[in-house]
């Protein structure tokens, strides 16, 4: 957790570097996307370098913030606007996003955990409940 500043700082190198098609969790063997949302101040395009886990057609997202007390920018922003865009290997494409809540969110947790086990000692560190977003492809 006390390397966030630096892996984000070297992912968002790398995706420039390469087109969106390299990023430090990639490199790990991790499937990751990069996220783009509408900032609910500024209405301005934010965009950050995201783990995912592959679900069906859809995508889930952890909003973990790396253990910080605090929900991340990102989750923040979809709660406001659902729509959002991410990139998977240099190649946009629209989302729409859902926070998951009660026997949703219990049953996506399990498959998270076992997924990423180190979810769960974001969690600890963040002494919250890690938000979970599903996005769905837009058709079209």
Do not use: C
Not at 12 to 23: E, I, Q, T
Not at 78 to 92: D, I, S, T, Y
Request: proline residues 7%; aromatic residues 8%; hydrophobic residues 40%.
């Amino acid at each position: 957790m006390r390397t966030a500043g630096a892996v984000v700082w070297a992912d968002k190198k790398l995706h420039r570097a390469f087109g969106g098609r390299v990023s430090l969790v990639a490199l790990a063997g991790l499937p990751s996307l990069r996220l783009t949302t509408t900032g609910r101040k500024s209405g301005q395009p934010r965009s950050t370098n995201l783990l995912y886990f592959p679900h069906g057609d859809d995508i889930v997202l952890t909003a973990s913030n790396w253990g910080r007390p605090n929900d991340p920018a990102w989750a923040l922003n979809l709660r406001a606007n659902q729509k959002a865009e991410v990139e998977l290997k240099g190649r946009p494409s629209g989302v729409v996003a859902r926070e998951l809540h009660g026997e949703e969110y219990d049953a996506m947790w399990r498959e998270l955990l076992e997924f990423w086990p180190g979810y769960r000692m974001e969690q600890r560190e963040a002494g919250r409940p890690l938000p979970v977003f599903v996005l769905t492809p837009v058709a079209g």
